[in-house]
């Protein structure tokens, strides 16, 4: 079993920026491919940004550019840094864990870009 907690969301103004962290706890954090999805109010949740247990990292074309993430697998941590935020990133940030096939969410976070 494994828990994840995200923190890092509010409400920031267009062209900020923010960094999404999630802790994880329960198992062996390194062998786990790691990502973070949103959703917006009506829409589905999309993938954001994923990283793999060996480092391969994938980015949705909306964030290119403007986002990063990285994972610290000593501190079982996973970071997204967004930059140059837009007012359409306003959504729930999630962050998701899996390992084979297996698939483990966090709560979520608000992230509302808005002046």
């Known amino acids: 079993q494994v828990q994840l907690v995200e923190s890092g969301g509010g409400l920031v103004q267009p062209g900020g920026s923010l960094r999404l962290s999630c802790a994880t706890s329960g198992s062996i954090f390194a062998i786990y491919g790691m990502g973070w999805y949103r959703q917006a109010p009506g829409k589905q949740r999309d993938m954001v940004a994923s990283?793999?247990?060996?480092?391969?990292?994938n980015y949705a074309d909306s964030v290119k550019g403007r986002a990063t993430i990285s994972r610290d697998n000593a501190k079982n941590t996973v970071h997204l840094q967004m930059n140059s935020l837009k007012p359409e990133d306003t959504a729930v940030y999630y962050c998701?864990?899996?390992?084979?096939?297996?698939?483990?969410w966090g709560q979520g976070t608000q992230v509302t870009v808005s002046s």
């Open positions: 990283i793999t247990s060996g480092g391969t990292i």
């Open positions: 998701r864990a899996i390992r084979d096939g297996i698939v483990y």
